[in-house]
Protein backbone atom coordinates (compact mmCIF):
# COMPACT_ATOMS: atom_id res chain seq x y z
CA UNK A 1 0.00 0.00 0.00
CA UNK A 2 2.71 2.29 0.75
CA UNK A 3 4.62 1.47 -2.09
CA UNK A 4 1.47 2.20 -4.01
CA UNK A 5 0.97 5.30 -2.50
CA UNK A 6 4.70 6.43 -3.74
CA UNK A 7 4.30 5.33 -7.13
CA UNK A 8 0.77 7.39 -7.47
CA UNK A 9 2.46 10.40 -5.87
CA UNK A 10 6.12 10.29 -7.89
CA UNK A 11 3.66 9.73 -11.05
CA UNK A 12 2.07 12.85 -10.43
CA UNK A 13 5.37 14.73 -9.63
CA UNK A 14 6.31 13.73 -13.13
CA UNK A 15 2.91 14.77 -14.72
CA UNK A 16 3.18 17.93 -13.15
CA UNK A 17 6.59 19.05 -14.23
CA UNK A 18 6.05 17.61 -17.85
CA UNK A 19 2.80 19.73 -17.78
CA UNK A 20 4.88 22.88 -16.33
CA UNK A 21 7.53 22.71 -18.94
CA UNK A 22 5.34 21.71 -21.77
CA UNK A 23 3.48 25.79 -20.55
CA UNK A 24 6.93 27.08 -21.16
CA UNK A 25 7.51 27.74 -24.76
CA UNK A 26 10.58 28.18 -25.69
CA UNK A 27 11.45 31.45 -27.42
CA UNK A 28 14.53 31.02 -30.77
CA UNK A 29 16.70 33.89 -32.04
CA UNK A 30 19.06 34.17 -34.62
CA UNK A 31 21.79 36.04 -35.35
CA UNK A 32 24.26 36.59 -38.30
CA UNK A 33 27.55 36.62 -36.29
CA UNK A 34 29.44 37.58 -39.50
CA UNK A 35 27.53 40.66 -40.00
CA UNK A 36 27.40 41.93 -36.18
CA UNK A 37 31.64 40.84 -36.51
CA UNK A 38 31.61 43.24 -39.45
CA UNK A 39 30.31 46.30 -37.64
CA UNK A 40 31.98 46.13 -34.77
CA UNK A 41 34.59 48.81 -33.64
CA UNK A 42 37.87 48.17 -33.84
CA UNK A 43 37.04 44.94 -36.82
CA UNK A 44 38.37 47.69 -39.59
CA UNK A 45 41.79 48.24 -37.82
CA UNK A 46 42.28 44.90 -36.75
CA UNK A 47 42.12 44.21 -40.24
CA UNK A 48 44.56 46.73 -41.26
CA UNK A 49 46.88 45.63 -38.91
CA UNK A 50 46.60 41.99 -40.19
CA UNK A 51 47.26 42.94 -43.73
CA UNK A 52 50.40 45.07 -42.81
CA UNK A 53 51.68 41.95 -41.24
CA UNK A 54 51.11 39.56 -44.10
CA UNK A 55 52.98 42.03 -46.71
CA UNK A 56 55.77 42.35 -44.13
CA UNK A 57 55.88 38.74 -44.10
CA UNK A 58 55.76 38.11 -47.84
CA UNK A 59 58.18 40.69 -48.42
CA UNK A 60 60.34 38.53 -46.22
CA UNK A 61 59.49 35.34 -48.07
CA UNK A 62 59.88 37.26 -51.35
CA UNK A 63 63.36 37.99 -50.24
CA UNK A 64 64.33 34.41 -49.13
CA UNK A 65 63.08 33.41 -52.42
CA UNK A 66 64.89 35.62 -54.47
CA UNK A 67 68.42 34.86 -52.46
CA UNK A 68 67.74 31.18 -53.69
CA UNK A 69 67.17 32.24 -56.46
CA UNK A 70 69.93 34.35 -57.22
CA UNK A 71 72.03 31.27 -55.67
CA UNK A 72 70.88 28.68 -57.89
CA UNK A 73 71.46 30.76 -60.64
CA UNK A 74 75.45 31.54 -59.65
CA UNK A 75 75.38 27.36 -59.25
CA UNK A 76 74.16 27.35 -62.37
CA UNK A 77 76.57 29.73 -64.12
CA UNK A 78 79.62 28.15 -62.37
CA UNK A 79 79.24 24.55 -61.97
CA UNK A 80 81.57 24.42 -65.07
CA UNK A 81 84.35 25.31 -63.50
CA UNK A 82 84.17 24.14 -59.90
CA UNK A 83 85.65 21.13 -58.03
CA UNK A 84 83.18 18.52 -57.17
CA UNK A 85 83.74 19.73 -53.18
CA UNK A 86 82.45 23.20 -54.31
CA UNK A 87 79.40 21.79 -56.08
CA UNK A 88 78.50 19.65 -53.32
CA UNK A 89 79.04 22.72 -50.67
CA UNK A 90 76.91 24.72 -53.09
CA UNK A 91 74.29 22.25 -53.41
CA UNK A 92 74.04 21.41 -49.64
CA UNK A 93 73.76 25.26 -49.94
CA UNK A 94 70.73 25.84 -51.55
CA UNK A 95 68.97 22.65 -49.58
CA UNK A 96 69.62 24.42 -46.49
CA UNK A 97 68.42 27.60 -48.19
CA UNK A 98 65.28 25.88 -49.22
CA UNK A 99 64.17 23.91 -46.21
CA UNK A 100 64.89 27.21 -44.26
CA UNK A 101 62.05 28.72 -46.50
CA UNK A 102 59.86 26.20 -46.25
CA UNK A 103 60.31 26.50 -42.31
CA UNK A 104 59.58 29.75 -42.61
CA UNK A 105 56.51 29.55 -44.39
CA UNK A 106 54.86 27.08 -41.69
CA UNK A 107 56.15 29.62 -38.77
CA UNK A 108 54.71 32.13 -40.59
CA UNK A 109 51.44 30.97 -41.19
CA UNK A 110 51.36 30.05 -37.79
CA UNK A 111 51.85 33.10 -36.41
CA UNK A 112 49.60 35.18 -38.79
CA UNK A 113 46.95 32.90 -37.33
CA UNK A 114 48.02 33.22 -33.72
CA UNK A 115 48.51 37.49 -34.20
CA UNK A 116 44.97 37.23 -35.99
CA UNK A 117 43.23 35.73 -33.09
CA UNK A 118 45.10 37.66 -30.40
CA UNK A 119 43.42 41.01 -32.54
CA UNK A 120 39.68 39.08 -33.02
CA UNK A 121 39.36 37.61 -29.25
CA UNK A 122 38.84 41.02 -27.39
CA UNK A 123 35.87 42.21 -30.45
CA UNK A 124 34.53 38.27 -30.33
CA UNK A 125 34.36 38.11 -26.58
CA UNK A 126 32.88 41.74 -26.58
CA UNK A 127 30.14 40.44 -29.57
CA UNK A 128 29.66 37.26 -27.60
CA UNK A 129 28.54 39.22 -23.65
CA UNK A 130 26.46 41.19 -26.03
CA UNK A 131 24.63 38.23 -27.47
CA UNK A 132 24.41 36.55 -24.29
CA UNK A 133 22.86 39.53 -22.17
CA UNK A 134 20.66 40.34 -24.84
CA UNK A 135 19.78 37.01 -25.18
CA UNK A 136 18.75 36.58 -21.33
CA UNK A 137 17.40 40.14 -21.09
CA UNK A 138 14.93 39.08 -24.03
CA UNK A 139 14.42 35.73 -22.17
CA UNK A 140 15.73 33.50 -25.68
CA UNK A 141 15.93 29.78 -24.85
CA UNK A 142 18.32 29.30 -27.92
CA UNK A 143 19.94 31.61 -30.28
CA UNK A 144 21.25 30.26 -33.28
CA UNK A 145 23.93 31.58 -35.93
CA UNK A 146 21.88 32.06 -39.38
CA UNK A 147 25.78 33.52 -40.99
CA UNK A 148 27.23 29.96 -40.92
CA UNK A 149 24.28 28.23 -42.43
CA UNK A 150 23.70 26.31 -39.17
CA UNK A 151 19.78 27.28 -39.34
CA UNK A 152 17.52 25.24 -41.72
CA UNK A 153 14.28 27.17 -40.66
CA UNK A 154 13.29 29.93 -38.63
CA UNK A 155 9.73 31.29 -38.95
CA UNK A 156 9.09 31.46 -35.64
CA UNK A 157 12.68 33.19 -34.67
CA UNK A 158 13.61 36.48 -33.83
CA UNK A 159 17.03 38.23 -35.60
CA UNK A 160 18.77 40.00 -32.48
CA UNK A 161 20.87 41.46 -34.28
CA UNK A 162 19.49 44.73 -34.00
CA UNK A 163 19.23 44.35 -30.58
CA UNK A 164 22.90 43.11 -30.26
CA UNK A 165 24.22 46.28 -32.26
CA UNK A 166 22.05 48.27 -29.81
CA UNK A 167 23.25 46.97 -27.43
CA UNK A 168 26.84 47.67 -28.35
CA UNK A 169 25.86 51.18 -29.51
CA UNK A 170 26.60 50.47 -33.17
CA UNK A 171 24.37 51.97 -35.62
Known amino acids: MKNLLKCIIIISLVAFSFSV ?3 TKAKFGHIDSQALLDAMPGKDTAQIIMEQYQKELESQLEAMQKELETKY ?3 MADQD ?3 ELIKKTKVQELQDLQARI ?3 QTDA ?3 FKEKEASLLKPIVDQAKA ?3 KVAKDNKYTYVFDSGIGVLLYKEDADDILPLV ?3 LGIE
Do not use: D, G, L
Open 21 to 23: NAQ
Open 73 to 75: NQY
Open 165 to 167: KKE
Open 81 to 83: NVT
Open 102 to 104: EQF
Open 130 to 132: AIE
Open 109 to 111: QKQ
